[in-house]
């Protein structure tokens, strides 16, 4: 059987997928690397180049949404909210959330996390029409990094623990952050990819992803691990942890919360609100999840 081709991000909440990985020795799985995150990703699953992947929930439902065919959801992974920090230069003349109004946001991708989560930050801070973002696509990391300091762009978001260390070195700066109104990252695979197989791989990776709900090993083997992986100060991991929740059934989507994140991504002007209206299987793969 031809193995499986698993798109992930460099970030310490693919650990479960890591450990999993080392396990299989790339007898069943291999890992492609997608440094622009859940865009990048998406493309990749258009493409042909990925037949999974475990990516942000939001830009993976307005994907969906927006009328994007090459996936659909086949799971949850992680059933807390995720924090993305609000990242400006170093020198930058930007102090607080406020002075971002009708600045330029940079992105990785269209459609992105980075992009949908502006939008969110602008709807909460009550931002009019004539004060959205404007967005620049950067693509990965690094360059996002580079544009807050070379001022063409003023701020961009990413997640808060992977940007720490760049802060800790005093590359770029926090001046706030915001979470996500749903739990954070979904499971998505291609239609055209065997069912069973996928089922296979979420079933074994299952345990892997459990794991780092146990107390104990939320003490020492889950922070070692990231704390080597990643090389993530082990205060920060801790932290961490103790912010995330993991799902205990991989091979479920809940519809409420599908439903509950358009109705936020229609606000924020992500879709268009007659999305709130598809139907689920729009949405969701049922040879694979279950629909809960």
């Known amino acids: ?40 990703m998406q ?9 999974l992947c475990i990516a942000l929930t939001d830009a993976l439902i307005a994907g969906l949404a927006n009328g994007q065919d090459s996936y659909k959801l086949v799971g949850r992974y992680i059933a807390s909210p995720l924090r993305w920090a609000i990242i400006t230069g170093k020198d930058s003349q930007y102090k607080t959330v406020d002075q971002l109004k009708g600045t330029t946001f940079g992105i990785s991708r269209l459609g992105s996390g980075s992009q949908v989560m502006a939008s969110v930050l602008s709807l909460s801070e009550g931002w009019t029409q004539d004060e959205q973002p404007k967005f620049k696509v950067n693509g990965q990391f690094k360059p996002l990094r580079d544009s807050v300091n070379s001022s ?28 996500t109104p749903w739990p954070c990252w979904h499971i998505a695979a291609s239609p055209s990819s065997s069912s069973s ?6 079933t074994s990776l299952q345990p892997y992803v459990r794991q780092f709900n146990s107390p ?6 889950d922070v070692d691990f990231v704390t080597s992986y990643f090389g993530h100060q082990r205060e920060d991991v801790v932290e961490w942890l ?3 929740k993991w799902e205990e059934d991989l091979l479920q989507v809940k519809e409420n919360v599908v439903r509950e994140t358009l109705k936020v991504l229609a606000k924020a002007g992500v879709v268009k609100p007659e999305a709130e209206n598809l139907d689920i299987g729009t949405f969701v793969n049922t040879d694979v999840a279950q629909i809960v």
């Open 197 to 202: 197989q996928i089922s296979q791989f979420l």
């Open 216 to 221: 104990e090993a939320r003490e020492k083997d």
């Open 1 to 40: 059987m031809t193995k499986l081709k698993v798109g992930w991000h460099r970030e310490h909440f693919l650990s479960p997928l890591l450990q999993f990985a080392e396990q299989d020795k790339g007898d069943t799985f291999e890992l492609v690397e997608c440094p622009g995150g859940t865009g990048e």
């Open 152 to 179: 063409e762009t003023s701020v961009f978001l990413w997640e808060w623990f992977t940007t720490k260390p760049y802060v800790d070195s005093g590359e770029v700066r926090f001046i706030g952050s915001v979470y």
């Open 242 to 244: 103790k912010s995330v």
């Open 43 to 51: 493309v990749k699953l258009k493409n042909g180049e990925i037949d």
